[in-house]
Protein backbone atom coordinates (compact mmCIF):
# COMPACT_ATOMS: atom_id res chain seq x y z
CA UNK A 1 0.00 0.00 0.00
CA UNK A 2 1.29 3.88 0.17
CA UNK A 3 2.53 5.37 3.12
CA UNK A 4 2.04 9.08 4.38
CA UNK A 5 3.97 10.57 6.85
CA UNK A 6 1.86 12.51 9.00
CA UNK A 7 2.99 15.42 11.15
CA UNK A 8 2.02 18.54 12.95
CA UNK A 9 2.27 22.06 12.09
CA UNK A 10 4.11 23.28 15.10
CA UNK A 11 7.17 20.67 14.70
CA UNK A 12 9.53 22.96 12.73
CA UNK A 13 12.78 21.09 12.99
CA UNK A 14 11.94 17.93 11.15
CA UNK A 15 15.14 15.66 10.34
CA UNK A 16 15.39 13.84 7.24
CA UNK A 17 16.61 11.15 8.32
CA UNK A 18 14.11 10.49 11.09
CA UNK A 19 11.54 10.41 8.65
CA UNK A 20 12.88 8.02 6.11
CA UNK A 21 14.06 5.86 9.09
CA UNK A 22 10.01 5.69 10.13
CA UNK A 23 8.70 4.93 6.80
CA UNK A 24 11.68 2.15 5.87
CA UNK A 25 10.44 1.05 9.53
CA UNK A 26 6.57 0.94 8.40
CA UNK A 27 7.39 -0.69 5.10
CA UNK A 28 4.95 -3.93 5.11
CA UNK A 29 2.99 -2.74 8.26
CA UNK A 30 0.48 -0.49 9.38
CA UNK A 31 2.58 2.38 9.93
CA UNK A 32 5.40 3.59 12.38
CA UNK A 33 4.78 5.30 15.56
CA UNK A 34 7.32 7.31 17.48
CA UNK A 35 7.35 6.36 21.19
CA UNK A 36 8.58 9.50 23.71
CA UNK A 37 10.79 7.99 26.44
CA UNK A 38 7.83 8.52 29.07
CA UNK A 39 5.58 6.36 26.68
CA UNK A 40 3.69 9.15 25.33
CA UNK A 41 2.63 8.35 21.58
CA UNK A 42 3.64 11.01 18.77
CA UNK A 43 0.93 9.87 16.35
CA UNK A 44 1.85 13.78 14.38
CA UNK A 45 4.93 12.40 13.85
CA UNK A 46 4.22 9.11 11.93
CA UNK A 47 4.13 6.95 8.95
CA UNK A 48 0.78 5.16 8.08
CA UNK A 49 -0.17 3.06 5.52
CA UNK A 50 -2.90 5.09 3.65
CA UNK A 51 -6.02 2.13 3.42
CA UNK A 52 -5.57 0.70 7.07
CA UNK A 53 -5.65 3.93 8.55
CA UNK A 54 -8.26 5.18 6.36
CA UNK A 55 -10.36 2.20 7.57
CA UNK A 56 -9.55 3.22 11.45
CA UNK A 57 -10.34 6.32 10.79
CA UNK A 58 -14.06 5.76 9.34
CA UNK A 59 -14.73 3.40 11.93
CA UNK A 60 -13.85 5.74 14.48
CA UNK A 61 -15.75 8.94 12.74
CA UNK A 62 -18.84 6.25 12.75
CA UNK A 63 -18.61 5.40 16.22
CA UNK A 64 -18.44 9.33 17.24
CA UNK A 65 -14.51 8.40 19.02
CA UNK A 66 -12.99 11.90 18.49
CA UNK A 67 -9.50 10.50 20.43
CA UNK A 68 -6.72 11.26 17.64
CA UNK A 69 -5.34 7.87 18.72
CA UNK A 70 -8.69 5.92 18.44
CA UNK A 71 -7.73 5.04 14.43
CA UNK A 72 -4.24 3.67 15.52
CA UNK A 73 -5.38 1.52 18.07
CA UNK A 74 -8.07 0.09 15.45
CA UNK A 75 -4.40 -0.99 13.86
CA UNK A 76 -3.22 -4.15 14.32
CA UNK A 77 0.25 -3.98 12.66
CA UNK A 78 1.87 -1.13 14.08
CA UNK A 79 5.79 -0.72 14.79
CA UNK A 80 6.53 1.33 17.89
CA UNK A 81 9.80 3.50 17.63
CA UNK A 82 11.40 4.04 20.41
CA UNK A 83 13.08 7.68 20.98
CA UNK A 84 16.49 5.51 22.21
CA UNK A 85 16.34 3.83 19.09
CA UNK A 86 16.54 7.23 17.12
CA UNK A 87 19.25 8.15 19.38
CA UNK A 88 21.21 5.09 18.60
CA UNK A 89 20.96 5.21 15.09
CA UNK A 90 22.12 8.69 15.57
CA UNK A 91 19.86 10.26 13.49
CA UNK A 92 18.60 12.92 16.22
CA UNK A 93 20.42 12.84 19.25
CA UNK A 94 19.09 15.83 21.21
CA UNK A 95 15.59 14.59 19.39
CA UNK A 96 14.69 18.20 18.19
CA UNK A 97 12.36 16.79 15.01
CA UNK A 98 9.56 16.02 17.73
CA UNK A 99 9.59 20.34 19.49
CA UNK A 100 6.41 21.38 19.27
CA UNK A 101 7.37 25.56 19.03
CA UNK A 102 3.94 27.17 19.96
CA UNK A 103 5.12 30.21 21.28
CA UNK A 104 7.55 33.08 21.06
CA UNK A 105 9.63 31.93 24.17
CA UNK A 106 9.65 28.52 22.31
CA UNK A 107 10.85 29.87 19.36
CA UNK A 108 13.39 31.87 21.36
CA UNK A 109 14.53 28.85 23.27
CA UNK A 110 14.48 26.40 20.27
CA UNK A 111 16.10 28.69 17.38
CA UNK A 112 20.20 27.64 17.13
Known amino acids: ?8 C ?8 VVEFLFKSAKGHDGALPVSDDGIYEP ?9 MLAGTKK ?3 QG ?3 ILAPIFDLEDMVLIEMD ?3 ELDLDLELKTFLNVNTLEDIEKYTI
Open 60 to 62: AIE
Open 1 to 8: GEYVFVVA
Open 10 to 17: DMPFLKAD
Open 44 to 52: LHAVYCTGP
Open 85 to 87: KIR
Open 65 to 67: ERF
